[in-house]
């Protein structure tokens, strides 16, 4: 299945975004859509050629094309650079023609139809300009909808300011046609309506443009060229399209890292905090990786080129914050499913309205009718509406991302708001996941007893090379740091979440824990019992050796805790979240660490089979639960969780297992995702609210509801004002997110 990006065309509301959406999920193959109102774009997932989906676009009366080598963000920001300077002509040129009559309108000083026909005439003329090039693309879009069968924001605009002209352009004609009270026309309304409706889309194609500041950082991050060696040795810059897999690149001091590849030649230092926040440089010498976007610091260095295009982190991570934006939370759809109708319903509401001032209302009964059906085809336009939930998302994702948060589904930027309960894994979430030998305290009781301590430890060594838990590690780098000689052994056998069990010198080892030892029937003495003890209140994991069936040793292992786990589990519980921390470690560890950072609950000697039952435990207390961890024991539980947290430097497999991935590696991330989380509900909700609220008053008051008590009546361009006013708060209202301390 791949994934394929259009940039589109003509797409002004919600109706819009209903028509497109209704007709790519018709083409054979297809199997998710995505539509995105504020970007102007689509994500379509399954097995079927970019042109077909095209060519669906087309035939639903809109223009696409498909994202890609030929045509990607710079050729697109350009476009929309233009689009935005045309919204402004054509704004200009339709208030030109339009302020001065509506002051002339306003002050009493435009002459009767039958004074000045010849200069009504001409007005109107001016008009019928203003309408076609201010106005062309609301009646080809209106035309275009028509044609298939739909109603969209185009339409409701066409035909209002239509009406009002040719209305205006009978009476200016023919005024004998109407009686003498009824001969007014309405040309300022149409060419004020065109006008204030192309502002608004100005305006709001400006704050877009603000809200999708995140991916334009982003994308700045990766150079447009790289300095390509030869076999011959010669260096020459290239584009970055013309870069391969196996291709040998010149890294000069203080440039990007161009493409993901490993350090060929050299040694320098690396600027990655784009990717994990660290501030400090890394080193890197031959072998070690280099991602795309992070940025040179030290000597100019040779790179073997991995990774090119979108297979590079920075391009995944820029593709997750995209499908992040044009995901939507099941309120989202909600307000998709009822702008698909809303069109459709305002027309028929607009012809009622007509019919009841045709034959109830008050001469001239024409011109009533007329203006308040054009008025409720103007009010209710559903910009605002379309806009509110897409708008909130792009900025909200767009916020995690600068945050170090990459949101991977939809779903989970509403679950996030609402989590009752965080559980943290203990090692490489809450501690720095880099453990290492603190004590090694012999008992001399067992057949391994004449061995050195360097001995043991060798011995132990090579068979802990089997195992990938980060205790193992801690082990082997001990071995390591004192240029220890491993020694060959058979491959032992891994008792999961226990330990494991090997044969050294025909005798029977087993490293472990202490339930590893209680199972095999191993006795600790009180000696060792009480050096586990006080290793466990110590906070260090006791690591024990039994040599056929006897205690040998004990191994301290200590986990560093992370600087600022403990103030991100402060944010945490102050924002009403149950926190919980999840180890295999023994009970008095746990408790340890857990006091060290201010957690009270603790899942204790948890096996790693067992993570995902625990998660199932909380919620089935009925509460909303997050997983936080980064091995891939924990993907099961990422997975099961309502929302998964993986933190960005673990696994691959717990990253492609959670919801959310955060790459600072930090706490914090889980604090920032889920306030963010909250602050773009509550925007989406204010959004939606006003977006309501308007069109639910609005259309009333636009068919003349107060008329039979105050004998008022709005104004045509009053209605084009508030619609366009309504875009741009809901837009503005968005943008807030950029900016509020989260």
């Not at 009646?139 to 924001?153: C, D, E, I, V």
């Not at 993901?260 to 010498?285: C, F, H, N, Q, Y």
């Not at 039952?613 to 091995?631: A, I, P, S, Y």
Request: proline share 4%; hydrophobic share 45%.
């Amino acid at each position: 299945m791949t994934t394929t990006r259009l940039a589109l065309r003509g797409m002004r509301c919600a109706a819009c975004v209903s028509s497109i959406d209704e007709a790519l999920n018709k083409v054979p193959g297809v199997e998710q859509v995505s539509v995105n109102l504020p970007d102007r774009s689509a994500e379509v997932s399954g097995d079927v050629d970019a042109a077909v989906l095209v060519k669906a676009v087309e035939s639903a009366g809109f223009n696409a094309t498909p994202m890609g080598a030929d045509y990607g963000e710079d050729e697109r920001q350009a476009e929309e650079a233009l689009a935005l300077k045309k919204a402004w002509q054509r704004t200009w040129v339709a208030l030109v023609v339009g302020v001065p009559q509506m002051l002339f309108m306003f002050t009493g000083h435009l002459p009767m139809v039958e004074e000045a026909r010849l200069a009504w005439g001409l007005i109107g003329l001016a008009t019928l300009f203003a309408m076609v090039y201010s106005g062309s693309h609301f009646f080809t879009g209106a035309w275009s909808a028509l044609k298939n069968r739909h109603a969209t924001m185009d339409t409701l605009i066409a035909i209002g300011t239509a009406s009002a002209w040719i209305y205006s352009t009978l009476i200016v004609l023919w005024p004998e046609l109407v009686p003498a009270e009824g001969r007014h026309v309405y040309y300022e309304a149409a060419a004020f309506i065109i006008g204030l409706v192309n502002l608004g889309h100005a305006l709001e194609t400006r704050a877009r443009g603000q809200a999708s500041q995140a991916i334009r950082s982003l994308m700045q991050l990766q150079p447009d060229t790289a300095w390509l060696i030869s076999p011959d040795g010669e260096e020459k810059e290239m584009r970055l399209a013309s870069i391969q897999p196996s291709d040998l690149l010149r890294v000069r001091p203080g440039e990007r890292i161009p493409v993901d590849g490993i350090v060929a030649e050299g040694e320098t230092r690396v600027d990655e905090s784009m990717l994990t926040g660290e501030p400090i440089p890394v080193s890197k010498s031959k072998g070690d990786w280099l991602s795309a976007g992070t940025v040179n610091q030290g000597a100019s260095i040779k790179m073997r080129v991995r990774k090119v295009g979108e297979d590079t982190a920075l391009a995944q991570i820029i593709q997750q914050v995209r499908q992040a934006q044009n995901a939507k939370p099941a309120i989202g759809r909600l307000a998709d499913k009822i702008s698909g109708v809303f069109v459709p319903v305002v027309i028929l509401i607009a012809i009622l309205t007509a019919t009841v001032w045709w034959l109830y209302g008050p001469e001239p009964s024409s011109a009533y009718a007329l203006v308040t059906a054009m008025t409720v085809l103007v009010i209710a336009c559903p910009c605002a509406l379309g806009l509110a939930t897409p708008m909130s998302i792009m900025v909200g994702v767009g916020r995690a991302a600068e945050k170090g948060v990459l949101i991977r589904r939809g779903d989970a930027l509403q679950e996030s708001s609402r989590l009752d309960a965080v559980i943290l894994d203990k090692t490489g979430t809450i501690t720095e996941g880099k453990p290492s030998l603190v004590a090694l305290e012999r008992r001399h009781t067992s057949a391994a007893g004449q061995l050195s301590d360097d001995e043991l430890l060798a011995q132990l060594a090579s068979l802990e090379q089997a195992s990938e838990h980060p205790l193992a590690t801690a082990i082997l780098q001990a071995a390591k740091d004192r240029n220890l000689t491993l020694p060959a052994t058979a491959t032992p056998e891994i008792l999961s979440g226990q330990g494991l069990r090997g044969q050294v010198n025909n005798q029977t080892w087993l490293i472990g824990n202490l339930s590893l030892m209680q199972e095999q029937g191993v006795a600790l003495d009180a000696a060792s019992e009480q050096l586990r003890l006080q290793m466990a209140d110590q906070g260090h994991t006791a690591v024990l050796l039994a040599v056929d069936g006897q205690v040998e040793a004990l191994l301290g292992i200590a986990d560093p805790i992370k600087n600022d786990s403990a103030a991100a589990i402060l944010r945490l519980q102050q924002a009403g979240v149950r926190v919980v921390m999840l180890t295999g470690d023994s009970q008095r560890t746990a408790a340890a660490v857990a006091k060290q950072v201010g957690i009270t609950e603790i899942f204790a000697e948890v096996r790693p089979d067992q993570k995902a039952d625990k998660v199932r435990e909380l919620q089935d207390q009925g509460l909303r639960v997050g997983m936080v961890g980064d091995g891939i024991n924990d993907a099961p539980a990422l997975a099961q969780a309502n929302v998964g947290f993986a933190i960005g430097t673990g696994t691959d497999i717990a990253i492609e297992s959670a919801d959310l991935t955060l790459m600072r590696g930090s706490l914090h991330g889980v604090a920032d995702a889920m306030l963010i989380s909250r602050a773009t509900l509550r925007n989406i909700y204010q959004n939606l609210f006003g977006a309501f609220i308007y069109n639910t008053l609005g259309i009333p008051l636009a068919a003349g509801v107060l008329f039979p008590l105050t004998g008022w009546l709005m104004n045509p361009a009053f209605a084009a004002a508030a619609m366009a006013l309504s875009s741009v708060t809901v837009v503005s209202n968005a943008n807030r997110l950029r900016f509020q301390k989260i």
